[in-house]
């Protein structure tokens, strides 16, 4: 055995002679299976990035994985964050989470199905519009009418302050008397 090379690890040798490995049986299989399961992955991942594509220019999923405030469907998905809240709080939650950004009722029931959100009614898209026409009645979103296939867009209208809060006089004249 002119060329025979031999590493011994703590489980088991491998021994390669002229150019061919002796790889034990176990750590072979276990390789394969390895190799098998990261093709799978890479296809599945393949898939999911074409599946957010159309979903995103179909205008279901909103166009920017991350909004500017740095808010991440992903926390939405993990969390289960709609699980076990009414609709209406579902709504308020991802205005309030993308302030910055328009969102249509489609992306809004889309993040809302996500979150683990379970629609009740067959015409989910048109509960999540009738909320959010609510919303807007009560002054806690704003409505950008649009035209077309994507319909109008929402975004949070942030909470209003009372003049004496805007101008920081109230405190400060209350503190001055005392």
Known sequence: MRNQ????????????????????????????????LERHSWQIQNELR???????????????????????ESKYVAAE??????????????????SDDWLSKSQIEYLIVRGGYKFSTKDSKNSVGVTLQRMKDEGKCEVERIRGAHGNRYRWLPEKQTDEERSGHASATNDTRK
Not at 50 to 72: C, D, E, M
Not at 81 to 98: G, Y
Request: aromatic fraction near 4%; charge should be positive.
């Open 5 to 36: 090379l031999t590493c011994t690890n703590s489980i088991d040798t491998v021994v390669q002679v002229d150019g061919k490995e002796d790889v034990d049986a176990t750590a072979r299989k276990l390789v394969q299976r390895m190799e098998e």
């Open 50 to 72: 074409s599946i957010r594509t159309a979903l995103a220019v179909a205008g279901i999923k909103p166009g920017k994985f991350k909004s500017q405030n740095g808010f991440h």
């Open 81 to 98: 964050a709609f699980k076990d809240i009414s609709l209406r709080e579902c709504c308020q939650m991802i205005l309030r989470d993308h």
